[in-house]
């Protein structure tokens, strides 16, 4: 036995309980798929690729107490490119149906203050996810 020897003669408890509430973080259902399609490109050197990824997180609590949500969400990123020996260019979109659903967030105390003082409650922090996302991409080989 590690710790403090109990004096009180009494066994040790559990003063929280968490019986029936979710375990935070954690959704009953994620999912995450990928997909690349490559093939030549007729009459030259180059080859030319398709390729996507999707995630799904179903509804989770951010919190042990199980007071907040945050809602379920997916999000779809697709990439479309050509590429030599020496070269490739991609054109990618992130976040293709610009999902705002916020991904993650915490309850942190509010150290603000009331007529009374200091305030014991605690805020609810999320945090939002990247907006759409549009780019090229271009490597060169030496």
Known sequence: ??????????????????????LER??????V??????RPLSGT?????VEGDAQYQDKRFPEAEN?????????VDLRL???SEQWSALLFVDNVFDDD????????PDVSQDLDGFSP????????????VVGLRAKYKF
């Not at 007071?67 to 999000?75: D, G, N, Q, V």
């Not at 409650?121 to 759409?132: A, C, D």
């Open 1 to 22: 036995r590690q710790g403090n020897p109990d004096t009180s003669g009494m066994a040790p408890r559990c003063l929280v309980s968490r019986a029936g509430r979710d």
């Open 26 to 31: 954690a959704p009953e259902h994620a999912v």
């Open 33 to 38: 798929l990928g997909a690349q399609y490559t």
């Open 45 to 49: 050197n180059l080859e030319w690729f």
């Open 67 to 75: 007071t907040s949500i945050l809602e379920a969400y997916t999000t």
């Open 81 to 83: 490119g050509l590429e």
């Open 101 to 108: 659903t916020l991904k993650t967030g915490t309850n942190v």
């Open 121 to 132: 409650r605690s805020v609810y922090v999320g945090y939002l996810p990247e907006k759409r």
